[in-house]
């Protein structure tokens, strides 16, 4: 039974948020709003041919060519509000028409994900024939809340600033075709997606196959595997022609000016660090603080002499090449085998199943997991790639929905360093609690308590519940405690190291768990 929500709810949750958006225009912003300035004035005032080689700024365009043509698209609009904006020689220009009209653009591009997200609260499942009359045991309605309120979304977009719910959006819009089986549609918004920011490549595997066996393949067997027989080469070409077409019609300009080399250069950055300037809470943060306590260890145990040591680099806010000490240095291409490795399991299990769509789902998720663990220079901003997804399965079944907890809190405080300043601290602090407050009290409305254990909180164990205290207690110590103890000179990045390792080990284990319910269960809609 799907689960639809009223319109009037759903614009309510729409309208709400806007307004906290734009309160949020003043606040603090990031380098990344000088970026997307910058890419302002070069698609403006460079012709085609330069785009991608214009470097009067360090903040060169190093998106795919859809992108630059959205910045292209919004130059034309900007000029209206501020036209010393669009000079390239305008190094670090904010002014306050300009400020306003890049907060703006977010705002107005977010109704890509306005739109995205209620196609696929249309794609709800509920348990029963009844449509619950209270609020919060609706999914649809939890699931648009999640959504568009999502805290990762709102700081990353509207404080720090990028246009990641626009992106967001055209993701979504791709997951919500698949969902409908309509995966022709699925194929071109995942297509458009990878040719407006690369990051996404991470989850192509997933739809890769998906769609080779959902599509391709247009019968199975009665045990759900792949009726080899079935293969379809017509239903193969049309799939061809959507995503060369995308591809073509944006790599397109660039390759007839012979550019295609300097573009792709542009795109993947070989010389770069292991971990992004602020530690993504993934493995490397573990493995490099493993390696920073091996090498104290062989300090003093003289296995390495202090001539041995490269001195720091891991938390020093460079972006850059480093080698590790005590521990083997990890390469590219390490990290690309770990990432398939970790991929694999869930790709295998995706093609050998019925193949529903939920399955891709499932699929998608643990891509985006295996990427953001063991990605090569993964920014933390990456663990929404994960969370939005998995707000699709949370209010659909009781065990995902309790990874979901778990994942999406750890993962959002790990956000906090993001917004370094004071002024930014009961923004993020009250929008932090406001959405997990809320998504603790949904679930729990959606599937109930009746198996809640004593002491802990709302589908959580025991265990998971500690950790959450934990969690409380990490963000007390970041915010107060550590200059409290008078340590802001001696060890500048120990709460950044301590936040990035403590949430790296809820991510872990919320990549774990997710795994094995992946592999060895069969979920039924609404488990209790």
């Known amino acids: 039974v799907r689960g639809k929500m009223a319109a009037p709810v759903f614009f309510f949750v729409v309208a709400t948020v806007t307004v906290v ?13 000088e970026v997307h300035r910058n890419w302002l004035a070069i698609t403006h005032s460079r012709p085609l041919s330069q785009w991608y080689y214009e470097d009067t700024s360090e903040w060169t365009l190093d998106y795919p060519p859809l992108f630059a043509w959205f910045e292209f698209l919004l130059s034309h609009v900007a000029r209206f509000f501020d036209p010393a904006m669009l000079r390239v020689e305008n190094l670090n220009y904010a002014s306050f028409a300009t400020v306003l009209f890049q907060r703006l653009s977010v705002i107005v ?25 209270e609020l919060l045991s609706q999914p649809s309605f939890v699931l648009a809340v999640l959504l568009l309120w999502n805290f990762g979304l709102l700081i990353v977009d509207h404080i720090h600033f990028q246009y990641n719910g626009f992106l967001t959006g055209i993701k979504l819009l791709s997951i919500a075709r698949i969902l409908q089986r309509r995966h022709l549609e699925g194929a ?19 739809y890769f196959t998906y769609l080779l066996r959902a599509h391709c393949f247009t019968r199975a067997n009665k045990d759900g595997s792949v009726q080899w027989g079935s293969f379809s080469l017509l239903n193969l070409l049309n799939l061809g022609v959507v995503v060369v077409g995308v591809f073509a019609g944006s790599f397109g300009p660039f390759v007839t000016m012979g550019q295609l080399g300097q573009v792709l250069s542009r795109l993947f950055p070989v010389k770069r660090g292991l971990v992004h300037a602020y530690w993504a809470p993934n493995f490397w943060a573990l493995y490099n603080v493993a390696d920073k306590a091996a090498t104290s260890v062989a300090l003093r145990t003289k296995l390495l002499t202090p001539d041995d040591i490269q001195q720091a680099t891991m938390t020093g806010g460079l972006v850059q090449e480093y080698t590790h000490n005590a521990l083997p240095s990890i390469t590219p291409l390490v990290t690309v ?12 299990h995706l093609w050998r199943r019925p193949c529903t769509p939920r399955d891709f789902l499932r699929c998608l998720v643990l891509c985006a997991f295996a990427s953001f663990l063991f990605g090569y220079h993964v920014h933390e901003k990456a663990i929404i790639l994960i969370i939005i997804p998995l707000s699709l399965l949370a209010v659909e079944g009781r065990q995902d929905g309790q990874v979901f907890l778990l994942l999406s809190t750890c993962g959002h405080l790990s956000l906090f360093p993001l917004l370094f300043t004071q002024a930014e601290t009961p923004s993020k602090v009250c929008l932090m609690l406001m959405f997990t407050v809320f998504a603790f009290m949904s679930l729990e409305a959606l599937y109930g308590s009746s198996k809640k254990r004593p002491y802990s909180l709302c589908l959580l164990s025991p265990v998971e519940t500690v950790y959450m205290v934990g969690l409380v207690l990490l963000q007390l110590y970041c915010s107060v405690g550590h200059h409290a103890l008078g340590l802001t000179n001696r060890l500048p990045f120990l709460p950044l190291m301590l936040t990035s390792v403590y949430c790296a080990l809820g991510v872990m284990w919320s990549w774990l768990r997710f795994y094995h319910l992946t592999l060895t269960e069969r979920h039924q809609l609404k488990q209790s």
């Open 337 to 348: 085998i770990l990432t398939l490795a970790a991929m694999l399991p869930a790709l295998v």
């Open 188 to 206: 071109f918004w995942f297509s458009l997606l990878l040719n407006f920011k690369h990051i996404y490549l991470y989850i192509s595997p997933a």
């Open 21 to 33: 958006k734009l309160l949020l225009i003043p606040s603090y912003r990031s380098t990344d709003f």
């Open 109 to 133: 591009s977010d109704l890509v994900l306005v739109y995205a997200v209620y196609e696929c609260c249309q794609c709800v499942r509920m348990a029963g024939k009844k449509r619950p009359s």
